[in-house]
């Protein structure tokens, strides 16, 4: 963890850090991090963690937050996964009554820039939401090489997929966020959102 800082004053932001800068086959990773009754954090990364091909072995890295009356923002950069990778990411948030949390996993499957798919790999991930013990939100998405890619059940060879949680979100949040699920976005250069 890189030394925290205060740019939105109480609110502490801090930048996780994979010296390496990527996984690779045999790596285990565990990230746990806790927030207390009135604290406020926002976790994220420097840059995409990027799970490298692999020799057979499996790359995992676990995620497990817990948050305690107090709010946490997990917004990391995106996980870059090369073809030929077997990698297991796994995601846990433990949340009480008063907890507030938003975060989000963006995978990027293969190196589209490069046109290099996703085939031959294997993927892994799993996002566990619990609130006061109860399951609120469970995801999982199993990738066994290309062949999983294609189809309707599949991505239909997209390389990113994405998930955000914000909770809690009343009906009022939900009104104001719908309309803009609703509306196709403009691409601007490089295929990123217009302003």
């Known amino acids: 963890m890189q030394r925290p800082f205060y740019p939105e004053g109480p609110v502490c932001h801090a930048y996780v850090l994979h010296p390496p800068g990527g996984v ?20 994220t990364t420097p840059g995409a963690t990027k799970f490298y091909r692999s020799n057979g072995q499996q790359a995992s890295q676990q995620q497990h937050f817990r948050v305690t009356g107090g709010v946490l923002e997990w917004l990391p950069q995106e996980n870059i996964f090369f073809p030929g990778g077997n990698s297991v990411l796994s995601t846990d948030i433990h949340l009480d009554a008063a907890a507030r949390y938003i975060g989000w996993e963006i995978h990027c499957l293969g190196r589209p820039v490069i046109q290099e798919p996703f085939a031959p790999g294997r993927l892994l991930s799993r996002t566990r939401l619990y609130r006061e013990r109860q399951p609120r939100f469970i995801d999982r998405l199993t990738i066994g090489g290309g062949q999983d890619l294609r189809g309707a059940a599949g991505l239909r060879q997209q390389p990113v ?10 009906r009022d949040v939900l009104a104001g966020v719908q309309p803009l699920c609703a509306t196709p976005w403009r691409t601007g250069r490089r295929g990123h959102p217009a302003a």
């Open 24 to 43: 690779v086959g045999g790596d285990q990773l565990t990230l746990d991090a806790t927030v207390d009754p009135a604290a406020s954090a926002l976790l």
């Open 161 to 170: 997929i994405a998930t955000l949680l914000a909770t809690p979100a009343g």
